[in-house]
């Protein structure tokens, strides 16, 4: 089990890592754009990463390349809302991005089953800035950690985002 904690602190196997979260904490009432990090305890997967910039994954995860044509509908009023896309949607993110936020793009399942429109889209653990600024309401942690954590990761883990 992960845990993420407001403060910034990811805790998995005894050992602590800092973490960004979204803007506007934790909340245990997320709404799109809120700029919030989900309160709750979720699955975990399927795990993107970009081929070009990754080379080895240590990982139980299976692997998804992501393409310059893959996209996450975060419009509340689309039917792929919350869904992995092919084409741009009328809002949409950009899993193919020219930082390397996402070279690595582990789904939170948050929203996942059931869909609610306007809950919340796109919640992920990925790479942080360097500076580890706020994020959009995913977890973002270093290169070196978030490796460290997939390496050790089962694929029945969860992850547990606590709000103080």
């Known amino acids: 089990m992960i845990t993420v904690y407001q403060s910034g602190?990811?805790?998995?196997?005894n050992k602590i890592y800092k973490c960004a979260l979204g803007?506007?904490?934790?909340?245990?009432?997320?709404?799109e754009g809120d700029c919030c990090t989900p309160a709750g305890t979720y699955t975990l997967g399927p795990l993107y990463y970009r081929s070009d910039r990754i080379k080895n994954i240590k990982t139980n995860f299976n692997t998804i390349a992501i393409e310059k044509n893959m996209f996450w509908s975060d419009d509340p009023q689309s039917?792929?809302?919350?869904?992995l896309i092919r084409f741009k949607d009328s809002s949409y993110e950009n899993?193919?991005?020219?930082?390397?936020?996402?070279?690595?793009?582990?789904?939170?399942n948050y929203n996942i089953n059931p869909i609610i429109n306007g809950?919340?889209?796109?919640?992920?653990?990925?790479?942080a800035k360097k500076d580890f600024?706020?994020?959009?309401g995913c977890i973002a942690?270093?290169?070196?950690?978030?490796?460290e954590i997939l390496e050790k990761l089962d694929i029945t883990d969860e992850i547990?985002?606590?709000?103080d």
Do not use: Q, W
């Not at 942690?141 to 490796?147: S, T």
């Not at 547990?160 to 709000?163: A, D, G, L, R």
């Open 79 to 83: 039917e792929h809302y919350n869904k």
């Open 9 to 13: 602190e990811l805790h998995f196997l």
């Open 141 to 147: 942690l270093k290169k070196k950690c978030i490796f």
């Open 133 to 136: 600024s706020p994020t959009s």
């Open 95 to 108: 899993l193919y991005k020219i930082n390397h936020t996402y070279d690595i793009v582990l789904v939170i």
């Open 160 to 163: 547990k985002i606590v709000c």
């Open 23 to 31: 803007k506007n904490g934790i909340n245990k009432k997320k709404i």
């Open 119 to 127: 809950r919340g889209s796109a919640i992920f653990m990925h790479l």
